[in-house]
């Protein structure tokens, strides 16, 4: 490839990606793995798999540094607090026969609290029968993987006793947060959603991003499912059930962070924090269509997450709005700094029109255009066509990046006789991921510096990239798949077509739920900002959130938590 400073961006034309792979469930799929992981013919088959799907072939990348905490954490909520509009209780705890779904936010439940409307104690009763409930449906749906009832009221009660006392930590204080099961969250063990990792990695504090939260005084109702340790985007696990969609159950949430995303979708918790290496919060946040915000890489402290030492993951809130994103002690950003305070009028958002229309179904593309429009129309933002090159480039340095990272992690654990006890859909992942050598990984990391310049040159236009989150809506599950898993590149592909962005370059990007396509199914618009970009990002997310509300609906399984 040229240098990136000759290549003429007029000049390029979108190639849409043509992924090789085959679709396996069943006996198919361990056919394929036992010949993936034969020494004879496992070597020719990742090398015809990795000619056929563009592997790149061999500039080194800048260095990241954690941004560190620069003053106290409740005093950064409470600044966040004061960047809402003032609360107005009336209009959400209207007296309306039939009024329009709306999720209860944070401050609903902090109003909830302070008046006397209920307690967390007694919220607390409801989230543990939704819990249960869903546990106990046939086939079994479990959002949860961990789950202790007594520990719960024992921090509804101690939350209870601060409000009764006037003396409430924070607006977070008696919130309920679920966490995904490869963040540490003591006393719960930490297994990634296998079956044994808990007996290779001991908890014996919170993860730092859980510090965070039970510092604020929020309440956890336990620890998610998740698709096993995170390496695959669909949500599927053989080991303790798949967690179902809440808009329709028949389908995935998407992943890998698929409990958390189910939680919030359902209202059984207010948010949810998870992982995103390859779209892991964004995608399911999308699929069940909620808001799901993955920060600049640095921003969270990763200390106490199962696979902190990759260069392509961030703990992020899963939320049910942007409003409680903004109050999430993982991505408070300065708020209130002059750079901060530009009006919505003067944002530019960039749209490469060939990859946006990228989809399955062009309803996706037209949703998503079609808030962009309102966001003109109500706001006078303006949209600017830009060129992003090398995208099929960027996806394949991207699985290689993430591949050898996750195989770095897991290779001692592999090959001391835990292989077998990896579901079959993760020992395929990790027997292509093993094959990829210190050349691949080199030369992924030269086309990283080429396209962290290309987008840096479209953040020169403009203020924000839209596309459409996924590249489809959220698929069924095969049946097959429940018992043994599922391998399927194609799907994850869709799932992953506008992602990769976030997590390669490190930038920030939230998706928000913008309609629903003809079967009822979510549809969420990203955003991707600058790094560091945060604010700017929240500040139109905000704005698209509140021009497609009454376009939410209700998912089919749904808990009034607050209201009951």
Not at 121 to 135: L, Q, T
Not at 299 to 321: F, H, I, Q, Y
Not at 524 to 544: D, F, K, N, Y
């Given at each position: 490839?040229?240098?990136?400073?000759?290549v003429?961006i007029?000049?390029?034309?979108?190639?849409?990606?043509?992924?090789?792979?085959?679709h396996?469930t069943?006996?198919?799929?361990?056919?394929?793995?036992?010949?993936?992981?034969?020494s004879?013919?496992?070597?020719l088959i990742?090398?015809?798999?990795?000619?056929?799907?563009?592997?790149?072939?061999?500039?080194?990348?800048?260095?990241?540094?954690?941004?560190?905490?620069d003053?106290?954490?409740?005093e950064?909520?409470?600044?966040?607090?004061?960047?809402?509009?003032?609360?107005?209780?009336?209009?959400?705890?209207t007296?309306?026969?039939?009024?329009?779904f709306?999720?209860?936010?944070?401050r609903?439940?902090?109003?909830?609290?302070?008046?006397?409307?209920?307690t967390?104690?007694?919220?607390?009763?409801y989230v543990i029968?939704?819990?249960?409930?869903?546990?106990?449906?046939?086939?079994?749906?479990?959002?949860?993987?961990?789950?202790?009832?007594?520990?719960?009221?024992?921090q509804?009660?101690?939350?209870?006793?601060?409000f009764?006392?006037?003396?409430?930590?924070?607006?977070?204080d008696?919130?309920?947060?679920?966490?995904?099961d490869?963040?540490?969250?003591?006393p719960?063990?930490?297994?990634?959603?296998?079956?044994f990792?808990?007996?290779?990695?001991?908890?014996?504090k919170?993860?730092?991003?859980?510090?965070?939260?039970?510092?604020?005084?929020?309440?956890?109702?336990?620890?998610?499912?998740?698709?096993?340790?995170?390496l695959?985007?669909?949500?599927?696990n053989p080991?303790?059930?798949?967690a179902?969609?809440?808009h329709?159950?028949?389908r995935?949430?998407?992943?890998?962070?698929?409990?958390?995303?189910a939680?919030?979708?359902?209202?059984?918790c207010?948010?949810?924090?998870?992982?995103?290496g390859?779209?892991?919060?964004?995608?399911?946040s999308?699929?069940?269509?909620?808001v799901?915000?993955?920060?600049?890489y640095?921003?969270?402290?990763m200390?106490?997450?199962?696979?902190?030492?990759?260069?392509?993951?961030?703990?992020?809130?899963l939320?049910?709005?942007v409003?409680?994103?903004?109050?999430?002690?993982?991505?408070?950003p300065?708020?209130?700094s002059?750079?901060?305070s530009?009006?919505?009028?003067s944002?530019?958002?960039?749209?490469?029109?060939?990859?946006?229309?990228?989809?399955?179904?062009?309803?996706?593309s037209?949703?998503?255009d079609n808030?962009?429009?309102?966001?003109?129309s109500?706001?006078?933002c303006?949209?600017?066509?830009?060129?992003?090159?090398?995208?099929?480039?960027m996806?394949?340095a991207?699985?290689?990046?993430?591949?050898?990272?996750?195989?770095?992690d897991?290779n001692?654990?592999?090959k001391?006789?835990?292989?077998?006890?990896?579901?079959?859909?993760?020992r395929?992942?990790l027997?292509?991921?093993?094959?990829f050598?210190?050349?691949?990984?080199?030369?992924s990391?030269?086309i990283?510096r080429?396209?962290?310049?290309?987008?840096?040159e479209?953040?020169?236009?403009?203020?924000?990239?839209?596309?459409p989150?996924?590249?489809?809506t959220?698929?069924?599950?095969?049946?097959?798949?429940?018992?043994?898993?599922?391998?399927?590149?194609?799907?994850?592909?869709?799932?992953?077509?506008?992602?990769?962005?976030?997590?390669l370059?490190?930038?920030?990007?939230?998706?928000?739920p913008?309609?629903?396509?003809?079967?009822?199914?979510?549809?969420?618009?990203q955003?991707?900002g600058?790094?560091?970009g945060?604010?700017?990002?929240?500040?139109?997310?905000?704005?698209?959130e509140?021009?497609?509300?009454?376009?939410?609906?209700?998912?089919?399984?749904?808990?009034?938590?607050l209201k009951?």
């Amino acid at each position: 490839m040229p240098p990136v400073e000759e290549v003429d961006i007029a000049a390029v034309r979108y190639k849409p990606p043509t992924l090789q792979a085959p679709h396996l469930t069943g006996f198919s799929l361990r056919a394929f793995l036992w010949l993936m992981e034969s020494s004879l013919l496992g070597p020719l088959i990742t090398s015809v798999l990795k000619s056929q799907n563009n592997m790149p072939q061999a500039d080194p990348e800048p260095e990241v540094v954690l941004v560190d905490e620069d003053r106290d954490l409740v005093e950064r909520v409470h600044e966040a607090l004061q960047c809402l509009p003032q609360y107005d209780p009336s209009i959400r705890w209207t007296t309306e026969e039939n009024p329009p779904f709306l999720y209860w936010k944070i401050r609903d439940f902090a109003h909830a609290y302070r008046s006397g409307i209920t307690t967390p104690s007694a919220v607390a009763e409801y989230v543990i029968a939704g819990v249960e409930e869903w546990n106990n449906k046939k086939p079994p749906m479990p959002m949860l993987i961990y789950f202790n009832a007594d520990d719960l009221k024992k921090q509804a009660e101690a939350s209870t006793k601060r409000f009764q006392q006037g003396n409430p930590i924070s607006i977070l204080d008696g919130v309920f947060v679920a966490i995904k099961d490869d963040i540490d969250c003591f006393p719960y063990p930490t297994k990634g959603a296998t079956t044994f990792f808990d007996q290779i990695h001991t908890v014996e504090k919170d993860a730092v991003c859980v510090a965070r939260l039970r510092k604020c005084g929020v309440i956890f109702i336990g620890k998610a499912n998740m698709h096993e340790l995170g390496l695959g985007v669909t949500g599927n696990n053989p080991n303790y059930g798949t967690a179902r969609n809440p808009h329709s159950v028949d389908r995935y949430t998407g992943g890998s962070s698929s409990g958390p995303a189910a939680l919030v979708s359902s209202g059984l918790c207010s948010a949810a924090i998870g992982t995103d290496g390859g779209g892991s919060v964004r995608i399911p946040s999308a699929l069940c269509g909620i808001v799901g915000f993955k920060t600049t890489y640095g921003r969270t402290d990763m200390t106490g997450v199962l696979c902190d030492s990759g260069t392509v993951e961030v703990a992020s809130p899963l939320v049910s709005s942007v409003e409680d994103a903004i109050l999430s002690p993982l991505c408070v950003p300065n708020l209130l700094s002059p750079e901060n305070s530009n009006i919505l009028g003067s944002v530019k958002i960039g749209k490469y029109t060939e990859w946006f229309n990228d989809v399955s179904d062009h309803e996706i593309s037209s949703t998503c255009d079609n808030a962009l429009k309102l966001l003109c129309s109500a706001f006078g933002c303006q949209i600017e066509e830009i060129t992003l090159p090398e995208l099929e480039e960027m996806r394949t340095a991207h699985v290689v990046s993430i591949g050898s990272e996750s195989f770095c992690d897991l290779n001692p654990h592999y090959k001391a006789g835990r292989k077998t006890e990896f579901t079959l859909d993760t020992r395929t992942s990790l027997a292509l991921f093993g094959s990829f050598t210190a050349t691949d990984y080199v030369a992924s990391q030269s086309i990283r510096r080429r396209i962290m310049h290309y987008h840096m040159e479209a953040f020169k236009k403009v203020d924000v990239i839209a596309t459409p989150t996924t590249g489809i809506t959220a698929p069924k599950i095969p049946p097959s798949a429940l018992k043994s898993g599922e391998s399927n590149y194609v799907v994850s592909a869709y799932l992953m077509r506008f992602i990769i962005a976030g997590n390669l370059l490190g930038l920030p990007a939230i998706t928000v739920p913008v309609g629903h396509d003809k079967q009822g199914l979510p549809i969420g618009l990203q955003l991707i900002g600058r790094p560091w970009g945060e604010a700017s990002l929240l500040r139109v997310a905000s704005a698209v959130e509140e021009l497609c509300l009454k376009k939410r609906k209700r998912p089919s399984a749904f808990y009034d938590i607050l209201k009951a």
